[in-house]
């Protein structure tokens, strides 16, 4: 399976998981719990970069897994995919990054 299925076929189970019970899925869960789903991200934040401070290349990789599943919880919450981020990296190659933090005030 390619990187882009991957993703096409997790979104999908994100969003079948919005319409069953919280009790029969983690996923489910999360969404029933917003609050939830947003200390799961700082949580697995933290991982990542307690992962990276000990330059633990298998746990760098296994927590930003973690942190990116979360964050695709919180994106198919708010009717989002990772495909409206990588929409937004892409507008933003040839952009400096300077230029492009200046453009946000």
């Given amino acids: 399976m390619n990187n882009d ?3 096409k076929q997790l979104t999908n189970v994100l969003e079948s998981r919005k319409h069953e019970s919280a009790d029969s899925s983690y996923v489910a869960s999360l969404f029933a719990k917003p609050d939830k789903m947003l ?3 700082g949580e697995e934040a933290i991982e990542t970069i307690i992962a990276s401070k000990n330059n633990d290349k298998d746990n760098i990789v296994y927590e930003t897994a973690d942190l990116w599943f979360h964050s ?3 994106l198919a919450h708010h009717g989002l995919s990772a495909d409206d ?3 937004e990296l892409a507008r933003r190659f040839g952009v400096s990054g300077h230029e492009e933090k200046a453009s946000r005030k």
Wanted: glycine residues 0%; without cysteine; charged residues 25%.
């Fill in 39 to 41: 200390e799961k991200i």
């Fill in 85 to 87: 981020v990588l929409h």
């Fill in 72 to 74: 695709m919880i919180m």
């Fill in 5 to 7: 299925e991957i993703l």
